[in-house]
């Protein structure tokens, strides 16, 4: 949601509880160098993310601040990925292209106008310049009593679908659309485009198998994350299912899980969605009761059956928006209107009433900050940036991931079953040699490209030997996976070897093995007075079974260790080479 630029202690390295630094504060008048040297003054903070700060900035020596400065700590992930994916996939040039290319006139696409370093009070940060725009959109929802216009949603969507259908052109998705990443533009004409802002969550999306990636799980807003991202699996068809439940929040109804207050356990959220979306005509039935808007419909059911590796139809999904806006007789030109009561809606939408309406139509002329002007400070700006590596890996030693969940906790919900790697060992291996074309077309004959429902079918065979294996563990309150904050983005990533916590917790447990869960039970029992199983001696998960206590058998120590996606486990002592990310977490079983 929109954040306030507030003071912040100017020392607060780490916010308390948080894996990543928040970064120091500029002061107006700032001037910072980019790598072509070219300088820029810095204006007031106009807005705070959950990982940086926005500030408004001129080239120096001009005045009109239409540029920003977004800067994060140099260690933070988040702004290097985005840095990373302006500076390979969107400059200005490759935007024209596409845009030439549509026939659009304007694309609600950023670009990267100039990076840098600087040191403030001594730290590194890492600093990005950007278009300035305007008013992100979820202000006027809220003043709106939590709803927007219906012509205004559908306007919404269409162009940030247009926005999806480029980002993806590049082979990216962006995993984190709502409400306070969409921006008006500015200027003249500029209330008529949003733009889709932070790319910090940007990520290669799969055209290959499906792999659930625990690392990644649950990774972008709670509210809003698809079914695939709360498994960790990059795909397009998962930023179409973000737009989706904004699309639906849009229209002023509270999505279930929010409704439900799940949002702080981020498994019930994954079920909760994965439960709405395999039975999409009654949940949309639930959530829109006088009628479900047909655009909604059309498009929901239109993602609920989209593969995971299938390049989404965007015209078609731009059509279902444009008819309903023929319908209602709406425009799609001209500014954006945020206000309610100056639009019609569509026959069928009948979203709760509102709470609350905003005093007038709201657009991006009116809700321009101020820029103050001060004496400029020369700032011990570096010229020297990183250098940008086309290797992915080399992105693991540079940063801070934003925020880390133990990943240990997979949903037993059956989109997450119909993601085993066995399914996945199944696909069908494409030839090195096919063509984009062929394989797209390989892909879609492979069993993977069976849809959620069906794949659900496939799940109900599971043996009941299989059920019996995948189940729960159900861990303490205090150790359960915690949701994002409302509203902000939270980002379970792997960028970073993390310091394992070493944590030890203690508790009754019921301990039901999930084999989703990836991770390896190693039981030590403490050596008995006259005992049967040497002290120390470990065994895997398959030594379940003697967990049960014999007489007189003391306390149980059991690790659970986190299995790596390639099949190995964490090791136990930190090693530079591997992700130490998830905590070990220790079990201590009492006696009864
Ligand atoms: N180019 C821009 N022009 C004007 N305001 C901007 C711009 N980019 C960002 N902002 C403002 O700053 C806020 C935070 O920006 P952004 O989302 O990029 O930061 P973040 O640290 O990645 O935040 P989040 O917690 O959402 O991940 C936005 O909601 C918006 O209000």
């Not at 889709?196 to 792999?211: E, N």
């Not at 954006?336 to 019609?344: C, E, R, T």
């Not at 925020?403 to 906790?409: D, F, H, M, S, T």
């Not at 006259?530 to 398959?542: D, E, H, I």
Request: hydrophobic share 30%; aromatic share 6%; charged share 25%.
């Amino acid at each position: 949601m929109p954040r306030v630029a507030k003071p912040k202690p100017a020392a607060a390295k780490k916010a308390k509880g948080k894996l990543y630094a928040m970064p120091e504060k500029l002061k107006e008048g700032t001037i910072l160098s980019d790598l072509s040297k070219t300088q820029w003054r810095i204006g007031p903070s106009i807005g705070v993310g959950g990982f940086g700060e926005i500030y408004a900035a001129t080239r120096n020596g001009e005045n009109n601040y239409d540029a920003v400065v977004k800067c994060e700590p140099h260690a933070n992930g988040p702004l290097f990925v985005e840095m990373h994916f302006y500076l390979r996939n969107a400059k200005l040039e490759d935007i024209k292209k596409f845009k030439e290319k549509r026939g659009l006139k304007s694309l609600g696409m950023p670009y990267i106008i100039a990076n840098g370093s600087v040191d403030i009070n001594g730290q590194k940060h890492r600093f990005i310049v950007m278009p300035r725009y305007g008013s992100d959109i979820s202000k006027f929802y809220i003043q709106n009593g939590k709803r927007l216009p219906e012509v205004t949603v559908y306007r919404l969507a269409i162009q940030m679908l247009d926005v999806y259908e480029f980002m993806h052109s590049t082979g990216y998705v962006h995993a984190d659309l709502k409400a306070a990443n969409i921006l008006l533009g500015m200027g003249k004409g500029g209330g008529s485009q949003a733009y889709l802002v932070d790319f910090g969550l940007a990520s290669h999306y799969t055209t290959g198998d499906y792999k659930p990636d625990p690392k990644k799980m649950h990774n972008g807003t709670i509210e809003y994350t698809s079914r695939d991202a709360h498994l960790g699996v990059a795909t397009r068809r998962a930023d179409l299912e973000i737009l989706g439940y904004n699309i639906i929040e849009w229209l002023g109804v509270e999505l279930p899980w929010i409704k439900e207050k799940l949002l702080t356990a981020p498994a019930k959220v994954q079920k909760a969605k994965e439960t709405f979306m395999a039975n999409l005509s009654s949940s949309l039935k639930s959530v829109f009761p006088k009628g479900v808007p047909a655009p909604v419909a059309d498009y929901m059911k239109y993602v609920a059956q989209l593969n995971h590796n299938e390049a989404p139809d965007y015209e078609k999904c731009r059509k279902m928006f444009l008819n309903a806006l023929k319908q209602m007789k709406a425009d799609n030109t001209g500014d954006l209107d945020f206000n309610l009561k100056a639009q019609k809606s569509s026959n069928n939408n009948n979203s709760p009433p509102v709470k609350k309406t905003a005093g007038a139509a709201a657009t991006a002329a009116n809700i321009r900050n101020k820029v103050k002007n001060e004496k400029p400070i020369l700032n011990d700006s570096s010229d020297s940036e990183d250098v940008i590596n086309d290797s992915e890996e080399e992105v693991d030693t540079k940063y801070t991931p934003r925020r880390k969940l133990p990943a240990v906790k997979q949903s037993s919900s059956p989109r997450s079953k119909d993601t085993k790697p066995k399914l996945a060992r199944k696909a069908v291996p494409k030839p090195a040699s096919a063509s984009p074309k062929k394989r797209e077309a390989q892909e879609s004959k492979s069993p993977l490209r069976t849809s959620p429902l069906k794949r659900q079918k496939i799940d109900s065979n599971v043996t009941p030997k299989a059920q019996a294996a995948s189940a729960k563990i159900n861990f303490s309150p205090a150790i359960s996976l915690r949701g994002g904050r409302s509203g902000k983005t939270v980002i379970n990533d792997d960028l970073t070897p993390q310091p394992r916590s070493n944590k030890t917790y203690e508790f009754n447990f019921e301990l039901d093995v999930s084999m989703d869960a990836n991770v390896i039970v190693n039981v030590k029992r403490k050596k008995k007075e006259q005992g049967s199983t040497p002290a120390g001696s470990s065994k895997t998960s398959s030594a379940i079974s003697n967990l049960t206590p014999k007489s007189g058998s003391p306390a149980t120590r059991i690790n659970l260790r986190k299995v790596n996606g390639d099949g190995s486990s964490s090791s136990p002592t930190p090693n530079p080479t591997r992700s130490p990310r998830t905590p070990a977490v220790t079990v201590r079983k009492y006696r009864r």
